[in-house]
């Protein structure tokens, strides 16, 4: 599966368990590490966990997939999923919000999906 692709996916698969915020930032350009970023917020320890666990179990079951590292805690409140080519980011927002992930890699375009388009139209 190509990178962008496996961004959507996971962008997909946070929204299936309501995460909030969902935005995917292309860094092929300015990161030699990963293609892309996937940043979700959770509200709580239980839902990171949800969202975490969503993103895991269907990318295992469905396509093989495991990540390479699973960083952070649920209880830290940042839990960090890395598939090489796309990065999950997974955070509450109060951690959102002081690391500002979006302003550090602001020159990163966002990736748009569809269902966001079709919901402007």
Known sequence: MDSRKLALLCRELADNKKAEDIIILDVREL???TDYFVIATGTSEPHLRAIIDEIVDELKEDHDLRPNAIDGTFHGAWVVL???????????????E???LETLWGDAPRVKT???????A
């Open 82 to 96: 890395d598939y090489f080519d796309v990065v999950v980011h997974v955070m509450r927002r109060d951690v959102r």
């Open 114 to 120: 569809r269902k966001r388009a079709a919901a402007k």
């Open 31 to 33: 990161s030699s590490i």
């Open 98 to 100: 002081k690391y500002d």
